[in-house]
């Protein structure tokens, strides 16, 4: 697509006023967004784009995103806290017991081809799992370029913590986020994470073949536990749609992590944010790339 597919900026937010605001951005080779938040923690500016149509042609998204960062005029202001959450499918999680932060490639061996990039680790609320995740090393040096001093984590320790307060009145929930044309699923089991993974999807038959795998592969019954659902997919779709005809509970995620978001903000599906509302919601950014 390589589009922006929303943009929204406060009447009175100005460069001089920036100071006094936080910035949060999700940076991904599919998906780039950011949001400014005031003191009060009220919302003050959005942007978000999209380059899934890129497909997996790393260098035209990434060159899509440095395009874009270079005229941009909101995310260089100087304001008082940046953080920046990776957004990645080359993701694995390791038990706290067998983590060796000096051996980060070797998670990889039997996942990837090929063993190559950049690699780090961010700690899930939990305590007693890392995530480790690959990144092409050109598009570490973009993010490190373009976001200089800003506190670095996995998106995914954001939305974890997301996720448990959405499980919080269901003893077992499954939980879906969708970055671009990549699909995020994790299943938590009476507080406790007992499943995870990514998947690449092309159509909406692979999507709910996916879906589907997990609650499976978890032993739920899909008319008995809810699924949550939070990034770029409508209720509209053919995807949702197909979920609907095997999942009876079907919540879209209205998670805004007590950032204030006003009337005369245009937001009608907040779940299309949910990753941006969770990482504002962290209390530290954890780990740095």
């Known amino acids: ?60 998204a990434l060159s899509a995103m440095r395009s874009l960062l270079a005229t941009d005029d909101l995310y260089t202001l ?20 067998f983590y060796q932060p000096n051996a980060l490639p070797s998670y990889f061996s039997l996942l990837l081809s090929e063993n190559s990039g950049e690699f780090g ?3 899930l ?10 990144l092409d090393r050109e598009f570490k040096t973009l993010i490190e370029q373009f976001f200089q001093g800003a506190a670095f984590s996995h998106l995914l320790a954001a939305e974890m913590s997301a996720y448990s307060q959405a499980a919080a009145p269901h003893r077992t929930a499954v939980f879906v986020t969708v970055h ?3 699909l995020q699923i994790a299943v938590s089991d009476r507080g406790q994470l007992s499943f995870y993974n990514t998947f690449r999807f092309d159509n909406p038959g692979d999507f709910l073949y996916f879906v589907l795998l997990a609650y499976e592969q978890s032993r739920l019954k899909p008319d008995e536990i809810p699924l949550f659902i939070g990034g770029n997919l ?25 950032v204030h978001v006003g009337k005369s903000v245009p937001l009608p599906n907040l779940h299309l944010f949910f990753d941006l509302f969770a990482l504002a919601a962290e209390p530290s950014a954890n780990q740095s790339v």
């Open 1 to 60: 697509m390589n589009h922006q597919t929303f943009s929204w900026l406060h009447p009175d937010f100005n460069a001089l006023g920036a100071g006094n605001c936080s910035f949060y951005a999700i940076a991904g080779v599919e998906v780039l967004s950011y949001c400014v938040l005031g003191r009060d923690r009220t919302l003050r500016a959005l942007r978000a784009w999209d380059f899934s149509g890129a497909g997996s042609e790393t260098q035209r």
């Open 78 to 97: 100087p304001y008082a806290e940046r953080r920046c959450a990776i957004s990645t499918p080359h993701t694995t999680l390791v038990p706290a017991r």
């Open 121 to 123: 680790a961010t700690p």
């Open 125 to 134: 609320p939990a305590g007693d799992i890392w995530a480790v995740y690959r």
């Open 180 to 182: 671009g044309y990549n």
């Open 234 to 258: 409508l209720e509209s779709g053919a995807i949702y749609r197909n979920l609907y005809r095997y999942i009876q509970h079907i919540h879209f995620f209205q998670f805004t992590g007590g």
